[in-house]
């Protein structure tokens, strides 16, 4: 009964930091009834970027055709969107392996061999990451933030260009 | 006796060592390559008297793929990848000294030279 009441009474008091207000002149945070107020605005308009790093469809293309273009076994000059890997780009599966382990390094993630076996153009791997994050191509996170999104559409540009 | 029982059985069912079909093999393969592809950085370090750079053994796993790139049977394969997890777990378990890593080189000439002149000869002791 005892270490239930102190469990409980703990936990409150984490609960009930958020609720005292103390004069803080020179602290950036908002008190909680700027908090209050601008909630709204907090939650869609402030890019969120302590949590994760926002995907978007641009980025990853970016990303992934920067990745492509420095692997020396490709012609940078050749490579578009929908070239096949074997055909026209002359790679084999060791090489297809290779990229796969660096989209790993790139990404943070482990891409499994099913997965792997089915990227034979650069827009396949871009589709399978997308699909992997849940990053649509003409949806743009609010959250995500304007000047980002325009950077990474820039950055976009140059790896079409 | 009936006919079937003298004529002697050649084709046989073979039991597979791993894979059931080459698709299975395939994977087997790429799956040891991606490993052999991990492990570069601490290869690098762990033989770092063989002045490997990154690139250089990326090359030299390739090299060593590509060498049985038309074994087509998959009993071979499937032995193949056996050794070559063996060697994998040799070489990450630094079991292997640096000239025995060397070996997987190509260009790397492991043969040492005769002592050639009269102090050469002294400093190898004959």
């Known amino acids: 009964m005892l270490s239930s009441t102190v469990r409980l009474l703990m936990r409150s008091g984490s609960l009930l930091r958020p609720l005292i207000i103390t004069a803080r002149p020179l602290s950036i945070k908002p008190t909680l009834i700027n ?3 601008k909630r709204k605005t907090l939650i869609n308009e402030i890019p969120r970027r302590w949590s ?3 995907y978007t469809y641009p980025m990853i293309e970016s990303r992934v055709m920067l990745i492509l273009r420095l692997f020396d076994k490709i012609d940078s000059n050749s490579l578009k969107l929908d070239s096949r890997f074997v055909q026209d780009l002359g790679l084999d599966s060791l090489d297809i392996v290779e990229i796969t382990a660096a989209l790993e390094d790139e ?3 482990e891409i499994p061999d099913c997965d792997s076996d089915h990227f034979a153009t650069p827009r396949h791997v871009i589709q399978y990451l997308c699909d992997k994050y849940d990053v649509y191509e003409h949806i ?3 959250s995500a933030g304007k000047e980002y999104l325009e950077e990474a559409k820039a950055a976009a540009d140059r790896a079409h260009h | 006796m009936s006919l079937s029982a003298r004529i002697p059985q050649t084709l046989k069912q073979v039991r597979p060592v791993l894979s059931v079909d080459h698709a299975e093999a395939k994977r087997r393969v790429l799956n040891l390559y991606k490993i052999w592809l ?3 950085p ?3 370090i762990d033989y770092i008297k063989n002045n490997w750079t990154e690139p ?3 090359d030299v796993i390739k090299e060593n793929f590509m060498r049985n790139k038309d074994v087509t049977d998959i009993r071979a394969i499937d032995l193949l990848v056996v050794r070559g997890q063996m060697d994998f ?3 990450a378990e630094i079991w292997r000294q640096q000239h025995n890593a060397a070996v997987f080189d190509s260009t790397k000439n492991t043969y040492k030279k005769k002592p050639a002149s009269f102090l050469e000869r002294f400093y190898e002791g004959h």
């Open chain 2, 56 to 58: 250089r053994l990326r």
């Open chain 1, 35 to 37: 908090l209050t107020e």
């Open chain 1, 140 to 142: 743009e996170p609010i």
């Open chain 1, 107 to 109: 990404f943070w993630t």
């Open chain 1, 52 to 54: 994760h790093v926002h």
């Open chain 2, 89 to 91: 777990v040799e070489t």
């Open chain 2, 42 to 44: 601490y290869i690098r």
């Open chain 2, 38 to 40: 991990r492990q570069i």
